[in-house]
């Protein structure tokens, strides 16, 4: 099985990178895990609709370069669809079972996932109606897809 995280921006947080290396290393026993960095767009504090979208467009194509034909594509999103954790594991296993060994999760930048991205994935998942940094979401993210392993090994982990 391969995992792979696609995010918006390099994570420069210490933290952060210590708890998804942490959880990078306890996944490594059960898949492939990776997490993808594309760049950024820079943009101004204030923009127009017709500016933000154009950076969420050259955003999603620096992501949409980063995913294969063959991957199943997560889109983090606030209009996705919110599972639990047992939910989400039980997707994880069934996605493996079915021939789908290669997913992807996209993580977008401040302004969210341009159309394109959300037309290309599979599925959108949304971790609740909170506003969280999209860097903090890649370690909460990666704790979570450690958990549904956890939980499909049946480790006492979850509880």
């Not at 979570?144 to 392993?149: D, F, M, N, P, T």
């Amino acid at each position: 099985m391969n995992i792979k995280i696609i995010g918006v921006g390099k994570l420069k947080e210490k933290y952060l990178k210590q708890g998804i290396a942490e959880y990078s290393k306890r996944l490594s026993k059960f898949c492939k895990f990776q997490v993808v960095e594309v760049p950024d767009e820079k943009a101004p504090e204030k923009l127009s609709e017709a500016e933000m979208e154009g950076v969420k467009e050259r955003e999603g194509e620096r992501i949409l370069a980063k995913i294969k034909e063959r991957e199943y594509v997560f889109a983090l999103a606030i209009e996705g669809k919110e599972r639990d954790s047992e939910q989400f594991a039980k997707e994880i296993d069934s996605l493996a079972t079915y021939g789908h060994s290669d997913i992807t999760f996209v993580i977008g930048g401040s302004l969210g996932l341009s159309p394109a991205v959300m037309k290309r994935s599979n599925a959108q998942i949304s971790f609740g109606k909170f506003t969280l940094p999209h860097q903090l979401m890649r370690l909460v993210l990666t704790e979570q897809v450690y958990r549904a392993y956890m939980i499909n090994s049946g480790s006492p982990y979850h509880k």
